[in-house]
């Protein structure tokens, strides 16, 4: 359901479609009028509240819907799929917020139980509703980018307020098990943070799955379960965002981007980026539009 005084606390502060980076570090305002088909994105590990419009995220066969009143829990930067809904008449109204690891570390210390619940299967991307206390937590946050001194004196503080009450959502043990080292969640968390940073080198499977304590087999199922796809399609997929990004900002050429992320062969990455996202890497230029 539509909070009218959301909406217009964001309208007033965002002319433009597209993101509006704020003055409180890892807040970020957003807006669209257009609607964007399905189409390949990442977002950092954070929270995207949609306060007036609608998206939806696929992740493996998993579809995502979070509408307005409702927030998206990242907990990891996965490649996923996103839709989004919105009309000249309805612009899509937004609050995006990066979780700061050493924030969610002092906040978890200071609520979580000494053991999670292990049995219970974590999802690294959730929709969740946000309750009455999210809501005005969200409110006090906004208000705060009203007013330079309060954003400056206050804005950590609203931050901390918001991750707090997603910390007391369903998907509360979720973010609590990126910092507590418990359970196979937490191996795959940090294999998947292994990836991230051999972009451009070659992986051998079996070394993460013993890194992770568990055998190869065990390995693959545990990773699709968190991530949506295979150790291999992952990468491949990382490694391609990752070269969209490193193309939109102009300073190498394709055969350069191609050693960057890993990639051996010029035409096998040529191949690979169309049929990913449905244009040669030549071609795809950074767009005037910003899907939000």
């Known amino acids: 359901m539509t909070d009218r005084n959301l909406v217009d606390l964001i309208k007033t502060l965002m002319i433009e479609d597209g993101f509006l980076d704020t003055s409180i570090a890892n807040v970020r305002l957003m807006r669209s009028e257009k609607s964007f088909p399905r189409m390949p994105l990442i977002y950092s590990p954070g929270l995207t509240i949609i306060v007036q419009g609608r998206k939806i995220?696929?992740?493996?066969?998993?579809?995502i819907h979070y509408n307005s009143g409702h927030y998206l829990v990242q907990t990891l930067p996965l490649p996923f799929e996103c839709e989004t809904f919105a009309s000249k008449e309805e612009p899509l109204f937004g609050v995006s917020i990066n979780i700061?690891?050493?924030?969610?570390?002092?906040?978890?210390?200071?609520?979580?139980?000494?053991?999670?619940?292990?049995?219970?299967?974590?999802?690294?991307?959730s929709s969740v509703a946000m309750s009455p206390d999210m809501e005005e937590a969200v409110k006090r946050l906004i208000r705060a980018l009203h007013d330079p001194k309060t954003a400056k004196t206050m804005g950590q503080s609203r931050v901390r307020e918001v991750i707090f009450e997603a910390l007391q959502s369903p998907?509360?043990?979720?973010?609590?098990?990126?910092?507590?080292?418990?359970?196979?969640?937490?191996?795959?968390?940090?294999?998947?943070?292994?990836?991230?940073?051999?972009?451009d080198q070659e992986v051998r499977i079996e070394q993460l799955a013993?890194?992770?304590?568990?055998?190869?087999?065990?390995?693959?199922?545990?990773?699709?379960?968190?991530?949506g796809s295979s150790p291999l399609q992952y990468l491949k997929r990382l490694r391609l965002l990752k070269a969209q990004m490193l193309l939109n900002q102009g300073h190498l050429n394709v055969g350069q981007i191609a050693l960057e992320v890993g990639y051996k062969s010029i035409?096998?990455?040529?191949?690979?980026?169309?049929?990913?996202?449905?244009?040669?890497?030549?071609?795809?230029?950074?767009?005037?539009?910003?899907?939000?």
């Open 100 to 125: 700061d690891p050493a924030l969610l570390s002092e906040l978890v210390s200071d609520t979580t139980e000494s053991n999670l619940k292990l049995s219970v299967p974590y999802f690294p991307m």
């Open 171 to 199: 998907q509360g043990d979720a973010l609590r098990a990126l910092v507590v080292n418990q359970g196979r969640f937490s191996q795959i968390v940090h294999s998947l943070k292994q990836l991230q940073l051999q972009l």
């Open 57 to 63: 995220g696929y992740l493996g066969d998993r579809e």
């Open 210 to 227: 013993e890194g992770a304590n568990m055998s190869v087999s065990s390995f693959h199922h545990h990773f699709k379960a968190v991530a």
């Open 267 to 292: 035409h096998q990455f040529s191949r690979d980026y169309k049929r990913y996202f449905g244009v040669p890497p030549t071609k795809d230029k950074q767009k005037d539009e910003v899907a939000v």
